[in-house]
């Protein structure tokens, strides 16, 4: 029998709450069968059953524990990040709370060798990065997803054994009143790095792990510095290794120090130890006698790992259960959030009978392809920061040394942060537009780009699930052959949004759905585009297809492609 | 690519044997490598540093 964990977790800053377990299954005469199950209520769990919902798609969510997770880990997310919890309805709740920043500096030797900061521009709603940590968003999920009709967590349930069939998966379930069956069209495996589902297959992540442990530790602590990354390199009293700090709300300082090679992490989360090296980097910063308390504190190693495959015949992988990545560079959570905007829409779409052959594949190929590119980018800040062998940290340790005068070296230090992944070489894109023949503009599976339209009002705001047709004019309607056209997607149960973006202070188009007004002719030359033309958005953002000139043809041929029927 | 006359030669000879002598031993491996990055940064050519990385290679 599973007996999950009853008491709230401790901790300084968060009230856990403890959900009750669900048990109603145990014992019923059948077995119930369900569109798609999601093993694993973290943040790529919920976000992935929101998604759904949006897209009217029901699902069962199946979570081991009866709380969110223990300690702040994942503690900054990306704008991108952002923009997808806006569509699934958290955003304000996490900005509310949550610290923006924008810089980022690198010490060595108490001089500061090297600063970024990410330009905020004023096209963005939300900054380059929010400090949160990890349960209040899990928190403002459960809740949302609690709140949503579709969605069903059902807490203090866990997966135990999966068995596939030809178009269904049976998981057997066990809880704290016994175990029960369950039948899903689809299982969503977003049961985090030690996924069990994963476990259950055999399969195996392919990449590299690498030797560098770090600390993490959270402290309660008055500091009067600024909220931006701190990264410490070969402090004095940790040499050669790496120290940083982020500030999280609450007066809550996250600091995360390597330990020294010959020892173990039981070694380093000692009480005494942990705090003698805490005292010795406030000591360093000149806070010597500011007082701190505890929260919370663990071992994280640096490894970059990704599965092949994330679709194994009714099981789909997506967040830490499909990749392990580096946390230098804020890629945990980032990029699960943007594997599960990737899969919601082709999945519901399949599930509604919508989908050519190709649209669910292309999950694997978009998303394990930003894996491999992340991998490829974090080994270089896991090099950088934690070096790997001998050779290795004799380079980086004198471009340390050179960075104290040398001008060239210190973009080394740039520390690549999580991105929204551009999927350029992806078989939804048109290949027959003038995708080529754009000089400006974002380029075919490149993120939209967001816009201000006024005052606390952001062209992100207006988008639903469903895909979008930006369509640029100055006409006082949408030409006949492409509404009938754009009718004869929306009849085949495709959900369709013309958005005519005016160019001649028009105040109604006919038959468009939304009116954008762009008189300034600002988004005009932000997509390189004049009027005529057009850009197709994905119901996740990305663009599949741009044309200077539309046609009702092209509409027709680049919505086949993107729903894979090519 | 240019060569250095016999009596430049002999000037970065002693030239780097004093660096070295200077560096200590225990810093000699750091300054040479300091050195290589700004010999790099100066050559200009990620291409002909990894030509003359292969040269050094050989006959350890
Ligand atoms: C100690 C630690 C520190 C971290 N620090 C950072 C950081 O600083 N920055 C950063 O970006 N990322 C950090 N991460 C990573 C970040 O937390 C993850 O990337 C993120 O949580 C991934 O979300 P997920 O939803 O994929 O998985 P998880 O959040 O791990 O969620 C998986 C869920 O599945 C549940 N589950 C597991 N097995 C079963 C089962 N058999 N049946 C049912 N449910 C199951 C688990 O209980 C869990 O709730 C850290 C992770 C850890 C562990």
């Known amino acids: 029998m599973h007996q999950p964990h009853g008491e709230p977790r401790r901790s ?59 300690g702040s880990r994942a503690i900054v997310f990306t704008r991108r990040s952002m923009e997808i919890l806006q569509q699934v309805g958290v955003a304000d709740r996490v900005s509310g709370m949550g610290l923006p920043w924008n810089c980022g500096n690198s010490f060595y030797r108490n001089q500061l060798v090297f600063r970024m900061e990410s330009p905020q ?24 997803a609690e709140a949503n009709p579709l969605v069903e967590v059902r807490w203090g349930n866990r997966v135990t054994a999966l068995a596939q069939n030809s178009d269904f998966a049976r998981l057997e379930i066990d809880t704290p009143a016994g175990s029960y069956e369950l039948d899903t069209d689809w299982v969503v495996a977003a049961d985090g790095a030690r996924s069990a589902i994963r476990t259950l297959l055999d399969l195996k992540l392919e990449g590299t792990s690498y030797e560098g442990r770090f600390v993490i530790a959270d402290i309660k602590i008055d500091l009067d510095l600024p909220t931006e990354r701190l990264a410490y390199f070969d402090p004095t009293w940790n040499p050669g290794n790496t120290v940083l700090m982020h500030r999280e709300p609450g007066n809550i300082w996250r600091i995360d120090y390597q330990l020294p090679e010959d020892e173990t992490p039981e070694q380093a989360l000692q009480a005494e130890s942990l705090c003698e090296r805490i005292n010795a980097q406030l000591e360093m910063l000149g806070f010597k006698d500011v007082p701190w308390e505890m929260d919370w504190s663990s071992v994280y190693s ?72 992340i ?26 040394s050179l960075s104290l005068t040398q001008e060239f070296v210190r973009p080394l230090y740039h520390w690549r942060t999580s991105r929204p992944h551009d999927y350029a070489e992806s078989v939804l894109n048109c290949p027959t537009d003038d995708n080529d023949r754009f000089a400006v503009g974002p380029r075919n599976g490149a993120l939209l780009l967001n816009i201000k339209l006024g005052e606390n009002d952001y062209l992100f705001d207006r988008l ?69 033309g057009a ?32 | 690519m240019n060569t250095m006359t016999v009596h430049d030669l002999e000037v970065v000879y002693d030239v780097l044997a004093d660096a070295l002598d200077k560096a200590s031993a225990a810093k000699a491996e750091l300054f040479l490598v300091k050195l290589a990055l700004l010999s790099a940064q100066a050559l200009g050519s990620a291409q002909t540093f990894n030509e003359l990385a292969q040269s050094a290679l050989q006959d350890l």
């Open chain 1, 464 to 532: 639903g699930a469903c895909f979008h047709l930006l369509y640029f004019t100055s006409a006082a309607f949408i030409p006949d052959a492409l509404l009938a056209q754009v009718q004869a997607i929306r009849s085949s149960g495709v959900p369709f949004q013309i958005i005519a973006v005016t160019q001649n202070a028009q105040t109604r188009v006919v038959g468009a759905d939304q009116l954008i007004e762009d008189t300034s002719g600002h988004i005009a030359s932000k997509y390189g585009i004049t009027q005529g």
């Open chain 1, 302 to 373: 640096a490894r970059a790992l990704t599965l092949s495959d994330y679709i194994h015949e009714r099981v789909i992988f997506a967040g830490d259960a499909a990749h392990l990545l580096p946390i230098f560079g804020v890629r945990g959570a980032n990029t699960g959030f943007q594997d599960c905007h990737d899969l919601v829409w082709k999945l519901a779409f399949t599930l509604k009978g919508l989908a050519g052959p190709k649209l669910l594949p292309s999950y694997t190929d978009e998303r394990v392809s930003a894996a491999r590119e």
């Open chain 1, 12 to 70: 300084i800053y968060f009230n856990y709450q403890v959900f009750p377990a669900y048990t109603g299954a145990v014992g019923a005469p059948h077995i119930a069968r369900k569109p798609v199950v999601v093993v694993g209520a973290g943040p790529i769990g919920l976000t992935t059953a929101l998604d759904l919902a949006r897209h009217g798609i029901p699902c069962v969510v199946l979570e081991s524990e009866q709380q969110v997770s223990e």
């Open chain 1, 535 to 566: 850009y197709l958005v994905r119901p996740d953002q990305h663009i599949c297809a741009r044309w200077h000139q539309l046609s009702a043809g092209q509409l027709h041929t680049a919505i086949d492609i993107v729903l894979g029927k090519h």
């Open chain 1, 121 to 144: 521009a004023p096209d963005d709603r939300y900054a380059p990065m929010t400090n949160l940590q990890q349960p209040y968003l899990e928190q403002f999920l459960a809740e949302a």
């Open chain 1, 375 to 400: 991998i490829d980018e974090a080994g270089k800040s896991t090099r950088f920061m934690a070096p790997p062998t001998a050779g290795y940290r004799l380079v980086r340790d004198a471009v340390l």
